[in-house]
């Protein structure tokens, strides 16, 4: 059972999919999905998949994962205002459609801001670092 309470692993959809995964060329790997503990698979061009729920990313550490879930939560934002603002431009008024795109322009900054902070640290030495070497998600 899935940790969403649905057994994806007795779906004879979700078998064929993984079937065809593997017949595509994909390499299941050791490590399980985090939503519904599924095997991943990494596709030939090295993008790492599960078979139900799509692109999954693997972290080292709780703080990877962490950085993974602002900048998804970042990017939701952003896309739902963005949204909002298409919506609104044949119908909605320009005092509603100028408060959507603040909160676009918000998100934009904000993810700009983490991609310097990242392209900072990334450029320090490494003797400085803490990191996990573990493999795992960070749970």
Request: with cysteine; charged share 30%; proline share 4%.
């Amino acid at each position: 059972m899935s940790r969403n309470g649905r057994d994806y692993h007795r779906d004879p959809e979700v078998v064929k999919r993984m079937a065809r995964l593997m017949m595509q060329g994909a390499v299941m790997l050791a490590e399980t999905c985090p939503i519904c503990g599924l095997p991943l698979f990494r596709l030939r061009n090295g993008e790492v998949i599960c078979p139900v729920h799509g692109r999954v990313l693997i972290v080292s550490s709780d703080e990877e994962a962490e950085e993974a879930r602002i900048d998804s939560v970042v990017g939701r934002v952003e896309s739902y205002a963005t949204s909002r603002v298409e919506e609104l431009l044949g119908k909605g008024s320009p005092g509603e459609i100028l408060e959507w795109l603040k909160v676009v322009e918000a998100a934009e900054r904000i993810r700009k801001l983490r991609g310097e902070r990242r392209s900072l640290e990334s450029s320090k030495p490494q003797a400085g670092r803490r990191g996990s070497s573990s493999g795992g998600r960070g749970e």
